[in-house]
């Protein structure tokens, strides 16, 4: 089945600054890679996604961009806010099952 | 929280009793999803469905039932608990183009005593 590796494992970024999380997933077939974000305490939230013939998305602060060639695909946010601070997981699909990385624990430091 | 409703929220129970959580969805969505949640390991897929009476097995499905009578309702039973099935189950439900996009349920803390 499908790999998915998330780094780092934690980040910790002043207010303002930029945060970038990395996923590299391993079967080429994948086609479909969302991210989640996870207060504490509470449900997993879509909060971007991109399809496998699509290079890079954004929407306002955050962005994604995939890297097919390389198996690789990134979150971006930029300006970062205190809330802000929370879980984010990215995750790998070719139909129904989806990979899940293991998370990385962004702060935002005010 | 409008959608999914998980039941119990929270559940201690001892090894070796049957244990069956609930979901419950208003969306009328197709595919619904059983994940548990452990640290390190991020989220894993248990067991999905793609339709009434239709399921089939994610990659952590040993000692884990489901069963879908109704489009909205998934149960999640585990047969005879253990402690290694101490975790965080979510539910979800898969909407969107190819149903890929997925909306969580609140959770289920179960603890296995």
């Known amino acids: 089945g499908e790999n998915v590796e998330q780094h780092p494992s934690t980040l910790s970024v002043q207010e303002g600054d930029s945060a970038v999380i990395k996923c590299t997933y391993s079967?080429?077939?994948?086609?479909?890679f969302p991210w989640y974000k996870q207060e504490l305490g509470k449900r997993p939230q879509l909060i971007i996604d991109?399809?496998?013939?699509?290079g890079e998305k954004k929407d306002q602060r955050i962005a994604v961009t995939l890297n097919k060639t390389a198996k690789h695909f990134s979150l971006h946010i930029t300006e970062t806010q205190p809330e802000d601070s929370a879980v984010y997981f990215c995750?790998?699909?070719?139909?129904?099952?989806?990979?899940f990385g293991t998370g990385t624990s962004l702060t935002v430091i005010p | 929280d409008a959608g999914i409703t998980q039941s119990p929220r929270h559940k201690v129970t001892e090894t070796g009793t049957p244990v069956t959580l609930r979901c419950h969805q208003t969306?009328?969505?197709?595919?619904m999803y059983w994940y548990r949640q452990d640290p390190g390991h991020g989220l894993r897929l248990i067991h999905y469905?793609?339709?009434?009476?239709d399921t089939d097995k994610g990659e952590v499905s040993d000692g884990y039932s489901v069963s879908r009578s109704k489009t909205e309702d998934f149960l999640l039973t585990l047969e005879s608990a253990t402690s290694s099935q101490t975790s965080v189950y979510f539910c979800a439900t898969g909407w969107g183009q190819g149903y890929e996009k997925l909306f969580f349920g609140s959770g289920t803390q179960l603890s296995v005593l």
């Open positions: 995750a790998a699909t070719t139909g129904n099952q989806f990979y």
């Open positions: 469905s793609y339709g009434v009476k």
């Open positions: 991109i399809r496998s013939n699509v």
């Open positions: 079967d080429s077939a994948s086609n479909y």
């Open positions: 969306e009328n969505h197709r595919y």
